[in-house]
Structure formats: structure tokens, C-alpha cells
């Protein structure tokens, strides 16, 4: 298997997939190669690989707008990991391509979109749904029958109340207390959160 990206997000998927398995990761594509590899692991120019010879891959890239297009355009078969410290319900449901890191939970009936990140310490209480590309942020809460939409971002130690719907491409702001519904687009910071701008690159 390959993953694409070599950064710090890189880092802690190679953990989480040595963690839980015993596949070999025989590289990480980067189109920046400034290293030859990355925790052991060769780093290898994308733009001249066969194709053919990647039967697995995630994309390890943090940034929800730059993975969605890299997924578009590289037609491979995508799988997910999930660190062996993560607590997963059985009755939960997670997409191809996304990554679940140490310590986050994952309860009853939660629904987790394709290529999306549950990042350390995050907790996706019961009936929850996150859309494809979302990136749920360390430590963040969310408690019961929370939606989020389509790429957007929870920070770091934010709180959603349960019921709470977030639209797509939003931005929820580092330790921010979402007590209502969030627009599509929007960067909400706060406890309780407020509106401050939308995001530039919709």
C-alpha cells in the first residue's frame, strides 16, 4: 500500500496503520520531495509512477479541499485505518479513505463519510453523520445526532451540542461551543459561536 502526502498528518497515519495491521507500506507519494523518506519509509515522486502498481492508498493530506482533488483525480482503489486505540462501535459505519487516530471514539450508529479524518482524542457520539472530506480535529466533541457537511473542519477542542447540523466547507474554530446550526461556507469561533467571515476559497 502507498499513501499520498508526506507531512506530520503522514506520520500519524503510519502509526495508526502499523498500529493495526501488518501491511507494508512501500512509500509516500509527494510532489515536494525534499526528503528521501519519511519515518523510514521512501518518498516517492508521484507524476512518474505507474498507476498499476498502487492496489491500495490513502491520501494523507490534512487540508479537506486539497485531498477532495487529489481523490478526484487518481483513480486507485482507496482503503481506510483505524489505530488499534480507537474505540469503534460496531454499529458504526466508516467510508474508504478515512482515518481514525488513537484514543478517538466513535459511537453507536455514527455514519463517517469517505476520506474523512477523526483525529486523536475526537469523540462522534451516537447517531452522528459526518459528509465526505470532513476533518474532525483533536479532542473535539461531538455529542449526539450531529451532522456536518461536506469538507468542513472542526478545531481543535471544539464542542457541537447534540442535534446541531453544520453546512458544508465550513470552518469551527479551536475550542469553540456550537449551540446552533452553522451555514454552509461560514468560520464560527467562540463559546457560544458567532459568524465572523466566510471562508475565501468557496
Not at 477532495?68 to 469503534?88: C, G, R, Y
Not at 462522534?124 to 465526505?132: A, F, P, R, V, Y
Not at 469538507?151 to 458544508?168: D, R
Request: glycine share 10%.
Amino acid at each position: 500500500m502507498y499513501l499520498y502526502g508526506a507531512s506530520g498528518h503522514c506520520k500519524v497515519i503510519i502509526d495508526s496503520i502499523q498500529s493495526s495491521t501488518t501491511k507494508v507500506i512501500e512509500g509516500v507519494f509527494d510532489d515536494n520531495k525534499n526528503e528521501n523518506d519519511l519515518l523510514s519509509i521512501p518518498i516517492i515522486a508521484f507524476k512518474d509512477f505507474d498507476l498499476h502498481k498502487i492496489k491500495e492508498l490513502i491520501i494523507s493530506v490534512g487540508d479537506n479541499k486539497t485531498r477532495k482533488k487529489l481523490v478526484e483525480s487518481i483513480p486507485v482503489n482507496f482503503i481506510s485505518a483505524i489505530h488499534k486505540k480507537a474505540s469503534v462501535s460496531n454499529y458504526a459505519s466508516i467510508g474508504c479513505g478515512t482515518v481514525v487516530m488513537s484514543n478517538a471514539v466513535i459511537n453507536a450508529d455514527a455514519i463517517i463519510g469517505k476520506h474523512c479524518i477523526v483525529n486523536s482524542g475526537a469523540v462522534i457520539e451516537h447517531d452522528c453523520k459526518l459528509n465526505d472530506y470532513v476533518h474532525i480535529s483533536p479532542n473535539a466533541s461531538l455529542a449526539g445526532n450531529v451532522i456536518i457537511g461536506e469538507g468542513s473542519h472542526i478545531g481543535i477542542g471544539a464542542t457541537i451540542i447534540q442535534g446541531v447540523i453544520i453546512g458544508k466547507w465550513a470552518t469551527i474554530g479551536a475550542g469553540s461551543v456550537i449551540i446552533k446550526d452553522v451555514p454552509d461556507g461560514v468560520v464560527v469561533v467562540g463559546n457560544p459561536g458567532k459568524v465572523i467571515k466566510n471562508n475565501t476559497f468557496l
